[in-house]
């Protein structure tokens, strides 16, 4: 048994399949980055994880304890979403709650945790990622990479056992994408266990344990960063990291 198990994960929008029987194991403390073409599903296979979007069919396994994704039922809703926290590309901060505010809210109102004991999990987590001098600040006085690490803050302090997160850095400035990367890096060494959408493929070849290239809705590999990257043996894999110039072959240097 693996720590998240995913089933037969499926999701159209209208006739457009989107998801198509996706299953995927992630191990406990394992980071896997989802890369792929634009509208491959990258984005909606985090989504049906969170139950921003409801699948058709599909399952997921945490830690052996088994949720339908197509439940109606709030409650169970409510429990899914504890363990898989979401962080988003614009950050979703509350505009009207300073920093500390934005990490306290969730554990008061996700885990139902007594404001003074919040307080100190969010001081401590924003602590971590670089923001403990900046806790009384709004997000509209914050740069967007401090934007970013407090959501990221907010979400590891909940202890979701599974952390998404969906392009994490595209919504930012080149020169802040580096410290949000950092605080990436840290959460993955800290032991979290991290689905990822990103583009930043440095950064996946260096931090990433796994990396899955979807395509259509279907995973079409599934392996180790020099696999994918140095050794790809789907062609359609070597195509994209091609085109994104991640593997070049012996006549792209002749000019
Ligand atoms: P990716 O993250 O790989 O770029 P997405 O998961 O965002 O791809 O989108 C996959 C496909 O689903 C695309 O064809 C996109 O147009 C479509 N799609 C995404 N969200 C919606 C929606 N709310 N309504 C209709 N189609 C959608």
């Given at each position: 048994?693996?720590f998240?198990?995913?089933r037969?994960?499926?999701?159209?929008?209208?006739?457009?399949?989107?998801?198509?029987?996706?299953?995927?194991n992630?191990?406990?403390?394992?980071?896997?980055?989802?890369?792929?073409?634009?509208?491959t599903?990258?984005?909606?296979?985090?989504?049906?994880?969170?139950?921003?979007?409801?699948?058709?069919?599909?399952?997921l396994s945490?830690?052996?304890?088994?949720?339908?994704l197509?439940?109606?039922?709030?409650?169970?809703?409510?429990?899914?979403?504890?363990?898989?926290?979401?962080?988003?590309?614009?950050?979703?901060?509350?505009?009207?709650?300073?920093a500390?505010?934005?990490?306290?809210?969730g554990?008061?109102?996700?885990?139902?945790?007594?404001?003074d004991t919040?307080?100190?999990?969010?001081?401590?987590?924003?602590?971590k990622?670089?923001?403990?001098?900046?806790?009384?600040?709004?997000?509209?006085?914050?740069?967007?990479?401090?934007?970013?690490?407090?959501?990221?803050?907010?979400?590891?302090?909940?202890?979701?056992?599974?952390?998404?997160?969906?392009?994490?850095?595209?919504?930012?400035?080149?020169?802040?994408?580096g410290?949000?990367?950092?605080t990436?890096?840290?959460?993955?060494?800290?032991g979290?266990?991290?689905?990822?959408?990103t583009h930043?493929?440095?950064?996946?070849?260096?931090v990433?344990?796994?990396?899955i290239?979807?395509?259509?809705?279907?995973i079409v590999?599934?392996?180790?960063?020099?696999?994918i990257f140095?050794?790809?043996?789907?062609?359609?894999?070597?195509?994209?990291?091609?085109?994104?110039?991640?593997?070049?072959?012996?006549?792209?240097?002749?000019?």
């Open positions: 048994m693996s998240i198990e995913i037969g994960l499926s999701k159209k929008y209208g006739n457009n399949t989107v998801l198509d029987n996706v299953d995927l992630i191990e406990k403390g394992e980071v896997v980055a989802i890369i792929g073409p634009s509208g599903g990258k984005s909606t296979l985090l989504r049906c994880l969170n139950l921003l979007e409801k699948p058709e069919k599909g399952e945490v830690e052996g304890k088994k949720y339908d197509t439940t109606k039922s709030s409650k169970k809703i409510l429990e899914l979403r504890q363990h898989t926290e979401m962080v988003f590309q614009q950050f979703n901060l509350f505009k009207n709650r300073n500390l505010d934005n990490v306290t809210e554990l008061r109102i996700v885990k139902k945790i007594p404001k919040a307080e100190k999990i969010a001081r401590k987590e924003l602590d990622v670089g923001m403990g001098n900046r806790l009384y600040h709004y997000p509209k006085h914050l740069s967007g990479g401090q934007q970013q690490r407090v959501a990221i803050a907010r979400a590891l302090a909940l202890k979701p056992q599974l952390l998404l997160m969906d392009e994490p850095t595209s919504a930012l400035d080149p020169e802040l994408v410290e949000v990367l950092l990436i890096k840290r959460a993955a060494k800290e979290n266990t991290i689905l990822l959408v930043e493929m440095d950064f996946v070849r260096s990433a344990d796994r990396i290239f979807l395509e259509n809705g279907k590999a599934d392996g180790k960063p020099e696999e140095e050794n790809p043996e789907n062609e359609r894999l070597k195509l994209f990291l091609r085109n994104i110039n991640m593997l070049r072959s012996a006549d792209d240097y002749v000019i």
